[in-house]
Nanobody
Framework: QLQASGGGLVQAGASLRLSCAAS????????MGWFRQAPGKEREFVAA????????YYADSVKGRFTISRDNAKDTVYLQMMSLKPEDTADYYC???????????????WGQGTLVTVSS
């Protein structure tokens, strides 16, 4: 089970940190990712992090503004979002994958979305 939190309504330029707490499986054995889905759009990849946390991957649209991290001792993955833009408005989902890095939606477990709304 994955439980995402931390979304909210912020103004453009602000920061937010999303958290995703895992339970029911060996968190450190899974690649973790964040995806988002804006109204009327398809779900898209945002960021991913390897099991150890050493390797990180980002969508071009968030590179330099978002940072993914994980704490395997707390079974939690984070998404630090800075310099938020109105186009970052979306439901944000965390996901776990038993395989290797992927930008597609072929993850094994998904959390519920947490809504991020960025006003201009």
């Amino acid at each position: 089970q994955l439980q995402a939190s931390g979304g909210g309504l912020v103004q453009a330029g602000a920061s937010l940190r999303l958290s995703c707490a895992a339970s029911g499986y060996t968190f450190s054995s899974y690649f973790m990712g964040w995806f988002r889905q804006a109204p009327g759009k398809e779900r898209e990849f945002v960021a991913a992090i390897s099991r150890s946390g050493v390797s990180k991957y980002y969508a071009d649209s968030v590179k330099g503004r978002f940072t993914i991290s994980r704490d395997n001792a707390k079974d939690t993955v984070y998404l630090q979002m800075m310099s938020l833009k109105p186009e970052d408005t979306a439901d944000y989902y965390c996901a776990a994958r038993s395989g290797s890095y992927s930008r597609s939606s072929d993850y094994d477990y998904w959390g519920q979305g947490t809504l991020v709304t960025v006003s201009s």
